[in-house]
């Protein structure tokens, strides 16, 4: 039985050359400098970017998602919550949309997370029930405020913005598919649900078709969906006249990769209001991609630009925290 390890065999080819023959030494060593050569320049090519795009609801959506199987979250005095379960994803991935194959790659990997491939969108995380939770025991006020969900996924902290009165919500999410088969649908659903008695028709059945053009006239204005990395959504933001600014910037598990910390930042940076807050839910380390709290804390310190202060913390499995940023005063 042989077994293929990887090891660096090339002392043992020379102290046993009388089995290898010149030209199969020349093959190999051939094959070492260009396997080099290869792992130099790919360290040298930047990452690649995934760009920025808006996505806008399909007029007949509801009418696809009517017999989907929904889950409800429903949290303390909070208003209920609906979402797209889960695991229908995975059984109906064959008969989606998915021009980003992340259906089928997170089920082929059996992986919740592909770096800068599927960044977990469809999945519910701990730290958006723990800001859920967070929102209901302070009473955060939303009435006229700007929010951003972002890496929204599911979208339940932009829903419950919405839900309490924001001016205007955008969600955003790394990939396309999240956003179109997930989040999209999420919000109409729980906007279908606040439908009230002036629809109804003779019978008093909820005209569902009256009642979904005029909420669809309501989003229009309230909601807008963004897919992309965070360097091109800001860009995006950026080039509207005047920047846009919120008020209130929620994320939930996203500090996971280090690698990402700087595009993070600079999207706090550039589009929180002058008295803006960002609420951060997060564990303490991610293992197997070294990013965490800690990590994060001792990169935002560094750049000098935000107090990051530890509103709550859970002790429940790995240590979670929920985290607040706001704009440091100057001494002026």
Same mark, same amino acid.
């Given at each position: 039985?042989?077994?293929?390890?990887?090891?660096?065999?090339?002392?043992?080819?020379?102290?046993n050359d009388?089995n290898v023959?010149?030209?199969?030494?020349?093959d190999?060593g051939n094959?070492?400098?260009?396997?080099?050569?290869?792992?130099?320049? =790919?360290?040298?090519?930047?990452? $690649? +970017?995934?760009?920025?795009?808006?996505?806008?609801?399909?007029?007949?959506? &509801? /009418?696809?998602?009517?017999?989907?199987?929904?889950?409800?979250?429903?949290?303390?005095?909070?208003?209920?919550?609906l979402?797209?379960n889960?695991?229908?994803?995975?059984?109906?991935?064959?008969?989606?949309?998915d021009?980003?194959k992340?259906?089928?790659?997170?089920?082929?990997?059996?992986?919740?997370?592909?770096?800068?491939?599927?960044?977990?969108?469809?999945?519910?995380?701990?730290?958006?029930?723990?800001?859920?939770?967070?929102?209901?025991?302070?009473? =955060?006020?939303?009435?006229?405020k $700007? +929010?951003?969900?972002?890496?929204?996924?599911?979208?339940?902290?932009?829903? &419950? /913005?919405?839900?309490?009165?924001?001016?205007?919500?955008?969600?955003?999410?790394?990939?396309?598919?999240?956003?179109?088969?997930?989040t999209i649908?999420?919000?109409?659903?729980?906007?279908?649900?606040?439908?009230?008695?002036?629809?109804?028709?003779?019978?008093?059945?909820?005209s569902s078709?009256?009642?979904?053009?005029e909420?669809?006239?309501?989003?229009?204005?309230?909601c807008r969906?963004?897919s992309g990395?965070?360097?091109s959504?800001?860009?995006?933001?950026?080039r509207?006249?005047?920047?846009?600014?919120?008020d209130?910037?929620?994320t939930?598990?996203?500090?996971?990769?280090?690698?990402?910390?700087?595009?993070?930042?600079?999207?706090?940076h550039k589009l929180?209001?002058e008295?803006?807050?960002?609420?951060?839910?997060?564990?303490?380390?991610?293992?197997?991609v070294?990013g965490?709290?800690?990590?994060?804390?001792?990169?935002?310190?560094?750049?000098?630009?935000?107090?990051?202060?530890?509103?709550?913390?859970m002790?429940q499995?790995?240590?979670r925290?929920?985290?607040?940023?706001?704009?440091?005063?100057?001494?002026s």
């Open positions: 039985m042989a077994f293929s390890f990887n090891f660096d065999i090339s002392s043992h080819i020379e102290q009388s023959t010149i030209n199969e030494k020349e190999k094959q070492d400098t260009a396997k080099k050569q290869s792992q130099a320049e =790919e360290i040298n090519v930047p990452k $690649k +970017v995934k760009e920025a795009h808006e996505h806008k609801h399909a007029p007949d959506l &509801l /009418s696809h998602i009517e017999n989907s199987v929904t889950e409800t979250v429903t949290i303390g005095a909070l208003p209920p919550l979402y797209l889960e695991s229908v994803f995975e059984q109906t991935a064959p008969e989606r949309e021009a980003e992340v259906l089928s790659q997170s089920i082929t990997q059996n992986s919740d997370l592909i770096t800068g491939v599927y960044e977990g969108g469809l999945k519910i995380w701990e730290g958006t029930h723990d800001l859920l939770e967070y929102v209901d025991d302070e009473g =955060e006020m939303f009435s006229g $700007k +929010v951003l969900d972002l890496g929204c996924g599911a979208g339940l902290l932009g829903i &419950l /913005s919405l839900k309490r009165g924001a001016s205007k919500v955008h969600f955003q999410d790394y990939n396309s598919t999240v956003i179109e088969q997930l649908p999420n919000v109409f659903l729980n906007c279908e649900e606040e439908g009230g008695d002036e629809n109804r028709d003779e019978e008093g059945s909820p078709k009256q009642r979904s053009v909420k669809n006239h309501s989003l229009v204005d309230r969906f963004f990395d965070w360097t959504f800001l860009s995006l933001i950026q509207q006249d005047p920047t846009l600014k919120y209130l910037i929620f939930s598990e996203t500090i996971y990769n280090p690698e990402y910390y700087t595009s993070l930042h600079d999207v706090f929180l209001a008295e803006g807050v960002v609420y951060l839910a997060t564990k303490s380390h991610y293992f197997g070294g965490g709290l800690y990590l994060f804390e001792s990169f935002v310190q560094e750049k000098n630009i935000f107090q990051i202060k530890t509103l709550r913390e002790d499995g790995l240590k925290h929920i985290v607040s940023m706001r704009f440091k005063k100057s001494p």
